[in-house]
């Protein structure tokens, strides 16, 4: 049965982002989901969200774009204001928005650190902060914050990134402490590695010697991600903060 909630997820126009709305919507729990995202195809958000609401196809859930650099402050705080004057709630807040600028430190410039905090963890400290205020007024929430195997094990040539990841998971936590008596929880995801058009740039080697470190001995789908958080988004979750689940076929344990 529907309980008309509202849902935002960011970075949310394709891959793992793009999963987690699928999987939300066919809770039908869900009356709206945005996504949040600095582009999408065609740059016409309305387009990119009905198109997306079609493909999804789940009755009474409707698919809303709102286009937002999740590095920016400002455009966070526009997102929630959005968000609160069309559907006045927000139940649960996914910050997936992420890239990677991958170099060795050596050769690792300035830009490329800056950008991947800012848009990998900057963006949660934004959204998290503007979006608790409404969370609070409605006595709880849920908060579920996309991390990686690599910001707990580092991985050589992602200082920037896993920098940024191990960055979202001590902030989950403190944040969990913070919030847990305002009923809102708040949890991390670390995928391992996941086809997307993130990983679609491994080479063919790359992508073997990777295998070979998984237990599953093969790449996560997006689909793998999605499910836990959408887990993690539920009621039956609701005694569960503070963690980091690792999805990633048994890399990291
Ligand atoms: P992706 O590149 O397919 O999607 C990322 C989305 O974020 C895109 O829609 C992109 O437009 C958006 N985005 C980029 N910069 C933005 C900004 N400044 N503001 C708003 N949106 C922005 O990547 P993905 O693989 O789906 O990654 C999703 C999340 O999962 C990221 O946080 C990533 O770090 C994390 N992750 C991915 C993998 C993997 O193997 N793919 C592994 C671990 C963690």
Redesign the pocket.
């Known amino acids: 049965m529907s309980e008309n909630k509202v849902a935002l997820v960011?970075?949310?126009?394709?891959?793992?982002?793009?999963?987690i709305i699928e999987e939300l919507a066919q809770t039908k729990n869900y009356s709206d989901i945005v996504?949040?995202?600095?582009?999408?195809q065609g740059d016409d958000f309305e387009v990119c969200a009905k198109q997306m609401e079609n493909e999804i196809g789940v009755d009474g859930v409707h698919i809303h774009g709102f286009k937002?650099?999740?590095?920016?402050f400002n455009?966070a705080q526009a997102t929630i204001d959005f968000i609160m004057e069309r559907f006045e709630r927000l139940d649960v807040v996914v910050?997936?928005?992420?890239?990677?600028r991958d170099n060795l430190l050596l050769r690792m410039s300035e830009e490329e650190f800056d950008?991947v905090i800012?848009?990998?963890l900057k963006?949660v400290f934004n959204y998290t902060k503007a979006a608790i205020r409404p969370m609070i007024k409605q006595k709880g929430g849920t908060i579920v914050n996309?991390?990686?195997?690599?910001g707990l094990i580092g991985n050589a040539g992602q200082a920037n990134?896993s920098a940024?990841?191990a960055g979202?998971i001590g902030f989950t936590k403190t944040m969990a402490k913070e919030l847990a008596s305002r009923n809102i929880t708040v949890n991390a995801?670390?995928?391992?590695?996941?086809?997307?058009?993130?990983?679609?740039k491994l080479n063919d080697n790359q992508r073997e010697a990777l295998q070979k470190n998984i237990p599953l001995s093969r790449?996560?789908k997006?689909e793998d991600?999605a499910k836990v958080v959408r887990f993690l988004s539920s009621a039956d979750a609701n005694y569960i903060t503070g963690q980091v689940i690792t999805v990633?076929g048994g890399m990291v344990m």
């Open positions: 960011t970075g949310g126009s394709r891959g793992i982002g793009r999963a996504f949040s995202d600095i582009a999408c937002a650099d999740a590095s920016s455009d910050n997936n928005a992420g890239i990677t950008s800012n848009i990998n963006s996309i991390a990686s195997v690599v990134y940024s990841k979202v995801v670390a995928p391992g590695f996941i086809e997307t058009p993130m990983t679609a790449l996560g997006p991600i990633d």
